[in-house]
């Protein structure tokens, strides 16, 4: 806090450093239920995971520079392939967008001290990170799965892949799905009870109300996924039949359940992203966003739409016309919510007064890739199009415009637009430009031949092809282009890493950023705001006067809840003020119920059913001991 | 401000009354279980989809011979656990008017009722494995996936009338009377789910 | 398509350029500061205008094209082929003349060719780009597409749906033809196979017979009666081998049968081991089957 702070203020801010300080050391960061520090944990697990990701990205382009070669052998290549989508999606895009930037900003924005479940908050972080390395073990050890990351029947039956690759999958989709959930689950109720008093949901900054459609999105989408998961399984591990024809089962099945989980998951994996785009470009162009509540509705839409299309990635399994047709029509009606978006977006800044710095360049890279992505989407929707395109580079193309283009870009926009808050400190401004069009060219040439190479017919998972095709060139072309985007993507995470330890200090509002988070210091205190802080509109912090109501308040100990380890909730939608919570401080169980869970897992794994049984036992014993004290959370 | 309650501090049939009475919006717990519920709700639904997705791909139906279920037991033991909805709405009447003892009784009740359930239809299951094996057939398997998962439902159930009981014994708390009524909320939804899972597993004699 | 779609990527861009030069100066150029301007801008541009393209599209592609290129009725084709997808091969039915052939596809040009898709193990997906759209093969399931060819020639089609290590190797040929050719390689391709007539054959047709060979593939008019591999009945009428893999050539030929597994990994043909010699022979007897 600044020096300037006075004693009676300094006075109350001691006080609440010591009630919601946390134990120090490795000790804290274990058990720790703070938001800020599970989001960090959340951000370094991801990012590590997106290395993962990337490295098994470029095996996979190296073995394709050129015709016939030999980088890898095709059994690796398909687990490398299949490892990487499965990777990036559900252990770095969801849980970066989610769990990193979610759980920091989200109770950040809507002036509360923490998430609604501190403790569940922990858990689905140990969870996630007990399930990636579950996964990982699988694919150290040699058990990779190698069927796809949409893992279609019957090549990951038994039958044709008899090695445990396909349980680690399936198990630690499973597994990660129940953080997952947990973690949906928690954002909505924060966003619903935990708003300041006085933020009524319109005056919700649009970050939050992205992060909302996501939750409820996966509330929905996550079971179906699930469910294939556990049929799945349950054929593998113990000899049911759901999808092979000769006992009655049906392949197309497996395709069904996980595309109405898939296509609600793609959108999923973009709306965080609008999110970041709504709440970075009105601090840079300096003015609100335009069409506020048609952007609010937009993001709503698109979420709840994401589950009636589905069959569009089934074009060619020979559905009846009809089905194709409707399928074909919702895919394009999914269109017009984007389109509002993008439009504001561009309104927005065309209007606005731009300061191009580095958080502003990703997020106009992203509108840009986001419309050659999602156009291209677009063209799938019609079906004789995508007869020819479907499991060719074309789609490989689309999406990675839409998802490494759009969802990504506004990420990294995101990590340095936050960098300030987080780290109390600056990054170096040229360096980040740079690196933004090192990762921005690479990431054309790396994605754009693929469209070229997909209408020329070069179908996607091939681990190589033959000179004659005349595929060379842009194959090679590509992975000079991927070594670029590594490059570019290395500079931004160095830039980041050296300014963490010299940068200069950013002080609580370096950008005269929109919203709340920018009115505490940075990085925020344990308890996030001294005072609960007063809002009026959903750019709380261009409202001066709110704020400076709140330096008074705290002087005169209004609003600082300083009596104990708590919060404000209030009512769903008005935002009246309703009723005081106790908030849960360090607990080591989260962690341990995690670790009980693995033991479950992985003994189904192994098919120790005694050995699961008795690690089920342990769980419900630790699930108890999180439930021991009272009141911890309600 | 200072009239907000600090609801969580809230001991003793009284305080808890005036508390629950007070509050606005669902109580964070409240609303966590009833999205627990949305979720559980859409993987039964994806079950059920299963399970007619599998039906109409065949004329035959149940596959491989297997003989119709038999349709009187199974009805009549979902009524059943339906009915203990009963004594658990009751007994969170009883809790909020403060009267600890009878709530305490009526969740008993109720819990001895769903145990019971459970008994006889694990007791059915296993009658069903002597006639045919999940490893059967698509039908076979569907069919005890369904009916596995929601016992798995129910044993869960169980185990929070347990703990609850347990907690209730020593008296009431805002956190308690939260944990009863999510409790009797999850009962609700488990029965629902009775039904749906009971008319899908005797569909091929309606 | 590509077109519109260009269309609109430029127009958004241009107005991002706009943004960029108008940096200075808040509000839109011509309407100046009125929020009543800008909702109206996104409407038109995120509403209006993306209605009217996507109708467009979707009646055009939709519901013109799509039915214009649907499978046909059985009865109103010519001829039905039934393709078989293996991994990672193709097996060809005809059931005029009961010909079973493997990896290479003989159809009439300038006839409607009613096509059946099948597949025995995992899903494949047959795809010739120049003569009609994909259609996945699915066990316990059979497809039906149309294939046309305008031109007599040789289209190329290849494997489209993931299904193992060698789904990459999983290619094969269409040979389109005027219909007299058509209907002299039906009825040859319908008789048993050429008996060994040089030496060096006749010993070649001995090992295929015993030492392993007949249990996977079929010499009709011989006792190799095995299916787990293609037919290789009238294997020298075909230009390529092991699924467009290999030209089909003598020195190629033996490349393959003696170690499959370092032309294509994973192939569910083993090498045998046989020796240069038998080989040698065995390849004298297949370039007989004409
Ligand atoms: C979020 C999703 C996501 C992202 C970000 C990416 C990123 C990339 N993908 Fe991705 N890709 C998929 C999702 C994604 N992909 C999916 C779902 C598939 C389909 C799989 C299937 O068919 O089943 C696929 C398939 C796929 C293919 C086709 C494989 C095939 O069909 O045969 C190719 C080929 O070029 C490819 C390339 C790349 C490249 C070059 C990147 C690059 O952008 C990667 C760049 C990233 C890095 C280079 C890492 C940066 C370095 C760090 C972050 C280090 C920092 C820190 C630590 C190490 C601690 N991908
Ligand atoms: C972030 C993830 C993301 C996003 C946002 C999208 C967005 C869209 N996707 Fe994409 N999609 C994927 C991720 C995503 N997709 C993935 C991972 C796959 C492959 C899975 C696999 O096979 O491995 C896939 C595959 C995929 C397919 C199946 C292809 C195939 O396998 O055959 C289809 C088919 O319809 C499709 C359609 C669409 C459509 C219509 C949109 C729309 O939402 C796009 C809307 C946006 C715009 C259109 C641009 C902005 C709007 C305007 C500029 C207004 C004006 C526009 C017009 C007038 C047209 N996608
Ligand atoms: Cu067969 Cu790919
Ligand atoms: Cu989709």
Known sequence: MSVSTPPAASVRLDRLERIWKESPGLLGWLTTVDHKRIGILYFFTSLFFFGAGGVEALLIR??????????????????????????????????????????????????????????????????????????YVGVFSGNAPGAGWFNYVPLASKAYSPGPGIDFYALSLLFVGISTTLGAINAIVTIFKLRAPGMSLNRMPLFC?????????????????????????????????????????????????????????????????????????????????????????????????????????????????????????????????????????????????????????????????????????VTFAAIPFDQQTTDTYYVVAHFHYVIFGAAVFPLLGGMYYWFPKVSGRMYYERWGQVSFWLTFVGTNITFFPMHILGLDGMPRRDYTYSPEMGWTGLNLIETLGAYLLALGLLSVFANLAVSLFRGERAGNDPWEGDTLEWSTTSPPPEYNYPVIPKVS???????????????????????????GHETPASTAVDAEWDEILEMPSNSAWPPLVALAMTGVFAMVLLQQWVGAAIFVAILLATVGGFHLKEPEEA | MSSVPRSMEAEGPGPVEVVDRERRTQASGWWGVALVIATEVTLFACLIATYFYLRFRTSEWPLGGIEKPSVTLPLLFTAMLVASSIPMFLSVRAAKGGAVRAAWWLLLLAAVVQATYLGLQIHLMVDDLNSFSPQANAYGSIYYALIATHHAHVAIGLAIDAWLLWKLAHGITNYRLIALRVAAFYWYFVSVAAIAVVLTQLYPSL | MLVVAGIVFLGAVAMLLVGWFRRGTPGLPFFGESERANTGLVIAFG???????????????????????????????????????????????????????????????????????????????????????????????????????????????????????????????????????????????????????????????????????????????????????????????????????????????????????SVKPGAKMPGLGLGPRKFHAIVAYLTELE
């Open chain 1, 537 to 563: 509109s959903p750019y709380a912090m261009w409202d001066e006067e709110d704020r400076e109501e709140d330096a008074r308040n705290l002087e005169r100990g209004r609003k600082t809840l300083e009596g």
């Open chain 1, 209 to 377: 109300f992205a992060f909302l459609a996501v939750s409820f999105a996966l509330i929905f989408a996550l079971p179906a996924l699930s469910t294939a998961l556990i049929l799945l399984e349950l054929e593998r591990l113990l000899g049911f039949h759901f999808f092979i024809p000769a006992a009655g089962g049906a392949p197309i099945l497996w395709q069904n359940l996980f595309w109405i989980f898939g296509h609600p998951e793609v959108y999923i994996i973009i709306l965080p992203a609008f999110g970041i785009a709504t709440s970075i470009i009105p601090t840079f162009v300096r003015r609100r966003m335009v069409a506020f509540p048609l952007v609010a509705l937009a993001e709503i839409l698109v979420a709840f739409l994401g589950f009636g299309v589905w069959a569009h990635h089934m074009f060619a399994v020979g559905l009846a016309s009809a089905t194709a047709i409707y399928f074909a029509a919702a895919s394009l009606v999914i269109v017009i919510p984007s389109g509002i978006q993008l439009f504001a977006w561009i309104t927005t800044i065309v209007t606005g007064t731009p300061r191009f710095k580095t958080p502003l360049l990703w997020i106009i890279g992203f509108i840009v890739l986001f419309i050659l992505g999602g156009l291209s989407g």
């Open chain 3, 47 to 261: 509403i209006a205008i993306p209605l009217v393209v996507l109708i467009a599209l979707f009646i055009v592609s939709d519901l013109y094209v799509l039915n214009k290129t649907d499978a046909p009725e059985v009865s109103s084709t010519a001829l039905t082929v039934t393709v078989v997808g293996h991994q990672w091969w193709w097996e060809a039915r005809y059931p005029a003349g009961g010909v079973v052939t493997a990896n290479e596809i003989h159809i009439p040009a300038r006839t409607p060719v009613n096509l059946v898709a099948r597949s025995v193990d995992v899903i494949h997906s047959f795809w010739v780009p120049e003569l009609n759209r994909k259609i996945d093969m699915i066990p316990g399931q059979s497809n039906r597409i149309e294939l046309y060819a305008e031109e007599p020639g040789v289209y190329r089609g290849q494997c489209a749906e993931f299904c193992g290590l060698q789904h990459a190797h999983m290619a094969f040929e269409v040979h389109a033809e005027p219909r007299r050719d058509f209907e002299r390689w039906l009825s040859a391709n319908g008789r048993p196979a050429h008996r060994a007539t040089g030496a060096l054959a006749r010993q070649g047709q001995r090992y295929f017979m015993e030492d392993g060979c007949a249990a996977c593939h079929t010499i009709a008019g011989t006792g190799a009666e095995g299916t787990v591999g293609p037919s290789l009945t009238h294997l020298a009428g075909r230009e390529t081998i092991a699924a467009d893999t290999l030209p089909n050539t003598p020195a190629d030929l033996f490349r393959w049968i003696q170690n499959p597994q």
């Open chain 1, 62 to 135: 190296t073995q394709l520079i050129g015709p016939n070669q030999s980088t890898l052998d095709p059994a690796t290549f398909n687990e490398m392939m299949s490892t990487h989508g499965t990777t990036m999606i559900f252990f770095f895009v969801v849980p970066m967008s989610l769990g990193a930037f979610g759980n920091y900003l989200i109770p950040l924005m809507i002036g509360a001290r923490d998430m609604a479940f501190p403790r569940l908050n922990a858990l689905s972080y140990w969870i996630y990170l007990c399930a990636g390395t579950f996964l």
